[in-house]
């Protein structure tokens, strides 16, 4: 059984970079032909994608987040992880990492974990 | 982006009832929606993928249809764990999300 689990700071100060893993067990991030995603939810709102990496390493990110998003892998650990520099307070929120099959469907999540952006 | 607008934003019922709820993308998407139900403070499940199709494990109660540019999901009878928020994705360009449906109880 796939399980997906986020880890990481749960408080960033503003102008700092946000960084946060998933560790992936009961499947290789290596494997065709999934996506692995990067997904967030501001409280009380909408979802938003971040980004993604396919399992060739290729990525792929939301156009609005420009320059400030970064996804890598480390395929040792079975772990994607997403950095995101610049942060304000607009970017607190729970962060999802997710599993991607047949596209950006997304069949696997992990629980979240919130991310507060505050000095 | 390619826009999702769902409506109606909050859905009063009853359980036993059934619910319709829409998705409409500010462009053609072909069939590539899918919908996701979030239980609160949990992460969002898969529901239906490519517009119509139910994820493993999704009982036949939920039913998607449409294409292009319109999309509905239907719950023909609600059950208590229905009462939740409705997400439909499209992924014909990149993702993005509906701002979601809450269906609750009245």
């Known amino acids: 059984q796939l399980q997906l689990q986020e880890s990481g700071p749960g408080l960033v100060k503003p102008s700092e970079t946000l960084s946060l893993t998933c560790t992936v067990s009961?499947?290789?991030?290596?494997?065709?032909?999934?996506?692995w995603v990067w997904i967030r939810q501001p409280p009380g709102k909408g979802l938003e994608w971040i980004g993604s990496?396919?399992?060739?390493?290729?990525?792929f990110y939301n156009p609005s987040l420009g320059s400030r998003v970064t996804i890598s892998a480390d395929t040792s650990k079975n772990q994607f992880s997403v950095k995101l520099s610049s942060v304000t307070a607009a970017d607190t929120a729970v962060y999802y990492c997710?599993?991607?099959?047949?596209?950006?469907?997304?069949?696997?999540w992990g629980q979240g974990t919130l991310v507060t952006v505050s000095s | 982006d390619i826009v999702l607008t769902q409506s109606p934003a909050t859905l009063s019922l009853s359980p036993g009832e059934r619910a319709t709820l829409s998705c409409r993308a500010s462009?053609?998407?072909?069939?590539?929606v899918t919908w996701y139900r979030q239980k609160p403070g949990q992460a969002p499940s898969l529901l239906i993928y490519?517009?119509?199709n139910r994820a493993t494990g999704i009982p036949a109660r939920f039913s998607g249809s449409g294409s292009g540019t319109d999309f509905t999901l239907t719950i023909s009878s609600l059950e208590p764990e229905d009462f939740a928020v409705y997400y439909c994705?499209?992924?014909?360009?990149?993702?993005?999300f509906g701002g979601g449906t809450k269906v609750e109880i009245k």
């Open positions: 009961g499947g290789s991030i290596s494997s065709y032909p999934y996506y």
């Open positions: 462009q053609s998407v072909g069939n590539l």
């Open positions: 997710a599993r991607g099959a047949g596209g950006y469907n997304l069949d696997n």
């Open positions: 990496m396919f399992h060739s390493g290729s990525t």
């Open positions: 490519d517009a119509t």
């Open positions: 994705q499209q992924r014909s360009h990149w993702l993005t």
